[in-house]
């Protein structure tokens, strides 16, 4: 998984520092979130916000829902890769978060993992054989 790397930029009048993370050259902000990339377990999310983990708009202050911009599919090697914008601020457009979802089938199992500074990171593997090989119990 990708790993952003902080950086910072000055708002002209309050002298405030942003936190801001640039994943793909996109500023993501780490001010608008109660925790940056929350561990969400193995709920990955293919669309959509965490809004529980949204304490507002830190260019506007205002606490809304979010805007879903730039939403791509791309497939590679098999693996389908979903990104987008969705945690553009409603009211001023500001880029809270880019949200990235992948979907994968690796041999009897399909994989999904999630990473967005707000939705958070996730992981999960689920068998697609009626019966999962890992929940077989030994008869001997």
């Known amino acids: ?10 708002v002209s009048s309050s002298r405030k520092r942003w936190r801001t993370f640039l994943v793909d050259c996109v500023a993501m902000c780490g001010d608008c979130v109660e ?3 929350p561990n969400r377990g193995n709920t990955c999310l293919e669309n959509g916000s965490f809004l529980l983990n949204f304490t507002g708009c830190a260019v506007c202050s205002k606490r809304d829902f979010m805007l879903i911009t730039n939403k791509s599919l791309k497939e590679e090697d098999g693996e389908e890769i979903v990104t987008y914008d969705p945690d553009l601020c409603k009211n001023c457009h500001h880029i809270i ?3 990235e979802y992948t979907f ?9 993992t999630m990473l967005c500074l707000l939705c958070g ?3 999960d593997t689920i068998s697609i ?4 090989p890992r929940q077989m119990t030994l008869l001997f």
Do not use: V
């Open 1 to 10: 998984m990708r790993q952003p790397y902080l950086s910072s930029r000055e």
């Open 35 to 37: 925790k940056e990339y």
């Open 97 to 99: 978060a880019r949200h």
């Open 104 to 112: 994968s089938i690796m041999d009897e199992f399909q994989e999904y």
């Open 121 to 123: 990171k996730a992981e």
């Open 129 to 132: 054989l009626p019966d999962d």
